[in-house]
């Protein structure tokens, strides 16, 4: 019997996220329906919305402070950046552990469970967004003048540029806030890259 070789396993792993997340979403959202739904979705929809736009924040946090700065983190990210194409993920326990000890439990201890959830759903959408986003940036061919090709521009001269910037991948509204956006020369004078 052949075993599976090591790249298969990364592999297995990284795309974890894409089976275990929508999981994790409907669970959570069944969860509410069945012991907390009080007649008022649209409440319940609001903190969805109120999770996804903090996941954004999170999300160019974690990018800028902790994949850059953390030592131990930081080489697994470098090696994202030598090697853009290879399936290298945040672990599924680390992330799972974030979601559900960092922002489902404080949630509910200071909300309550109905808004926790939605909230959780948000912030699990985001990252689930986040996640496809990034995958299709460095594994598909996009359509230009799409989001998500000026996404992947601006995600290219993240990798590119010897200056630290464009740490949001799924928005670039915290570049913005914090004036960390890269300039793109290269949509100025027209030339394209290699990678795009």
């Known amino acids: ?5 090591v790249y298969m396993l990364k592999g297995f792993a990284y795309y974890m996220d894409f089976v275990v997340y929508p999981l994790v979403v409907a669970g959570l959202s069944a969860a509410y329906l069945m012991k907390d739904f009080d007649g008022r979705p ?3 929809l609001a903190t969805v919305i109120v999770g996804a736009a903090v996941w954004t924040l999170v999300e160019y946090i974690i990018h800028r402070f902790i994949l850059h700065h953390v030592m131990f983190i930081r080489e697994m990210h470098d090696q994202h950046h030598r090697s853009p194409k290879e399936l290298i993920d945040t672990p599924i326990w680390l992330s799972l552990s974030f979601m559900f000890a960092g922002v489902l439990l404080p949630s509910w201890w200071l909300f309550g469970f109905g808004p926790a959830t939605g909230f959780t759903v948000g912030m699990t959408l985001g990252y689930l967004i986040y ?7 460095h594994h598909w061919r996009i359509r230009h003048g799409t989001y998500l090709y000026r996404a992947k521009r601006r995600h290219a001269q993240h990798h590119a540029s010897i200056d630290e910037g464009n740490y949001g991948v799924s928005s670039p509204v915290w570049d913005y806030v ?17 990678w795009l």
């Open 178 to 194: 914090f004036g960390t956006e890269l300039p793109d020369h290269g949509m100025e004078s027209g030339k394209r890259r290699p």
């Open 42 to 44: 649209l409440r319940w």
């Open 1 to 5: 019997m052949k075993r599976p070789s």
């Open 131 to 137: 996640g496809l986003m990034h995958h299709a940036m």
